[in-house]
């Protein structure tokens, strides 16, 4: 990994993790299987229609979820490295890791607010990703209040 590292960015050694118990409650689907084939931002009006499939026992979970026109999707970015503290993105200036939006993070969460397209069992269809195909879904939470 060392060997990857752009002209200016920094790494450390983060030592040990702790547990933070956390657990996939399911999978996002989308068409990239490259981080370089990931747009820099999802884009919920025209961006490509991704499924979000949600583990048993967490299904009934989504009771209500319908009434949503946007939802805030919390994920692990399974592929990032975690060592950068400063980075330099593609034609940017070299930037902590806090002031961007980069996979590349000491916890690799991504949170995307995305736009339900439709509900079918235990399957989201959503626009606005821009992360991997099968990412771990960490969380589902409304972005806004329900529609009347």
């Known amino acids: 990994m060392a060997s990857d590292i752009r002209p200016g ?3 450390v050694e983060a030592g040990a993790a ?3 118990g956390l657990r996939f409650i399911g999978t996002i689907r989308t068409p990239w299987s490259r981080r370089a084939d990931c747009p820099r931002s999802g884009d919920p009006e025209g961006g490509p229609v991704c499924r979000v499939e949600v583990f048993e026992p967490w299904v009934a979970a989504l009771e209500g979820v319908e009434r949503h026109d946007w939802l805030l999707l919390l994920y692990w970015m399974h592929e990032a490295r975690r060592d950068l ?3 330099r993105p593609r034609g940017g200036d070299i930037t902590g890791t806090f002031a961007l939006r980069s996979p590349v993070r000491p916890n690799p969460i991504a949170a995307s607010r995305v ?6 069992g235990p399957r989201l269809f959503v626009r606005g990703l821009d992360c991997l195909d099968s ?3 960490l969380d589902i939470k409304p972005d806004r209040p329900p529609r009347a």
């Open 115 to 120: 736009r339900l397209v439709r509900v079918e």
């Open 135 to 137: 990412t771990p879904l």
């Open 85 to 87: 503290v400063l980075q």
């Open 9 to 11: 960015e920094v790494r």
């Open 18 to 20: 702790g547990d933070a």
